[in-house]
């Protein structure tokens, strides 16, 4: 079971770092408007060049991979719950490495999650 939630653990971390990879990437490449639709093939090629963005995805597909695994060995129902940690991680990575704020709301909702994991992950197996 500690090897399962291991896996479950190792995807989120894993999520998390290429989402900040890719946030630094888009950072790069510059908001995107409604007037980039009209050149479409310019702006993926834009997105898709930019070198934390190729980075970024070779992390998604190993974090598909622990995911695959872990649900061969948990219930879904237990383990996806546990996939919420990234809604704590990311702000948490984001404010510390790229000094986004988060507002106090957004605290406890966080919080709220913290607790809900909690509880799902003490009904074990």
Not at 75 to 102: K, Q, T, W
Request: hydrophobic fraction near 60%; charged fraction near 10%.
């Amino acid at each position: 079971m500690l090897k399962s939630l291991a896996l479950v653990f190792a995807n989120v971390l894993i999520g998390a770092s290429g989402q900040l990879m890719l946030k630094v990437g888009m950072t790069q490449v510059g908001r995107i408007g409604a007037e980039h639709t009209s050149h479409p093939v310019e702006t993926l090629l834009r997105i898709f060049t930019t070198s934390l963005i190729l980075m970024a995805l070779p992390l998604y597909g190993g974090a598909l991979i622990l995911w695959l695994v872990a649900i061969s060995r948990l219930d879904l129902s237990f383990a996806y719950p546990l996939l919420a940690l990234a809604f704590v991680l990311n702000p948490l990575l984001a404010r510390l490495l790229l000094g986004e704020g988060i507002p106090w709301e957004r605290w406890v909702g966080i919080l709220v999650i913290c607790v809900c994991v909690v509880i799902v992950s003490r009904t074990g197996r």
